[in-house]
T-cell receptor, first 116, second 115 residues
Framework: AQSVSQHNHHVILSEAASLELGCNYSYGGTVNLFWYVQYPGQHLQLLLKYFSGDPLVKGIKGFEAEFIKSKFSFNLRKPSVQWSDTAEYFCAGWAFGRSSASKIIFGSGTRLSIRP | SQTIHQWPATLVQPVGSPLSLECTVEGTSNPNLYWYRQAAGRGLQLLFYSVGIGQISSEVPQNLSASRPQDRQFILSSKKLLLSDSGFYLC??????????????FGQGTRLTVV
């Protein structure tokens, strides 16, 4: 991915609602994608990652993401959210350099607020 | 196991003062090292990354600089801080340099407030 974008800046849901956070990437050859989560006052943690193989990726805490190549998307989903899912979520991907090392780039993040 | 240390956790500095944030990684060798800044509403912006000692790539022109004096040490500096340098600074590392086969691991971050 040469760029990663997230269009949902702030999402507010009630407990038990289903979640889908959008992430789109621009094609840059090999596509390796991630979702990170940052709970209030904590450091960034990896939720899940896609390198190749099954496009439906399972992560921690009941999260999953689906890599859809035709849509350049890697949306994050959870069937039933909990209050403890309140956090900021970041989509990220590797941007590959043609003559230099590669680097991980992030989307702008989505703040998820869950109403108890 | 690998760990990453970043300090200080919080810092309040006056405008025009110098800055030095340090990051060290343990348990791995020759990592890729990164400095990101998280500003309110702007997500994570990559500032610098390094593939080896003395090798620094800058992503955005700014008032900051980075150095890698040792294999597992990454330093973010400024000679004179600006108000706009306020933000949350994150250090990260990864093992893969070219093929993107690993994720990045993050430090706890430094909250910098320039007053």
């Amino acid at each position: 991915a040469q760029s990663v974008s997230q269009h949902n800046h702030h999402v507010i849901l009630s407990e038990a609602a289903s979640l889908e956070l959008g992430c789109n990437y621009s094609y840059g050859g090999t596509v390796n994608l991630f979702w990170y989560v940052q709970y209030p006052g904590q450091h960034l943690q990896l939720l899940l990652k896609y390198f190749s193989g099954d496009p439906l990726v399972k992560g921690i805490k009941g999260f999953e993401a689906e890599f859809i190549k035709s849509k350049f998307s890697f949306n994050l989903r959870k069937p039933s959210v909990q209050w403890s899912d309140t956090a900021e979520y970041f989509c990220a991907g590797w941007a590959f350099g043609r003559s230099s090392a590669s680097k991980i780039i992030f989307g702008s993040g989505t703040r998820l607020s869950i109403r108890p | 196991s690998q760990t990453i240390h970043q300090w200080p956790a919080t810092l309040v500095q006056p405008v025009g003062s110098p800055l030095s944030l340090e990051c060290t990684v343990e348990g791995t060798s020759n990592p890729n090292l990164y400095w990101y800044r998280q500003a309110a509403g702007r997500g994570l912006q990559l500032l610098f990354y390094s593939v080896g000692i003395g090798q620094i790539s800058s992503e955005v022109p700014q008032n900051l600089s980075a150095s890698r004096p040792q294999d597992r040490q990454f330093i973010l500096s400024s000679k004179k801080l600006l108000l706009s340098d306020s933000g949350f600074y994150l250090c990260a590392w990864s093992t893969d340099k070219f093929w993107g086969n690993t994720e990045a691991f993050f430090g706890q971050g430094t909250r910098l407030t320039v007053v």
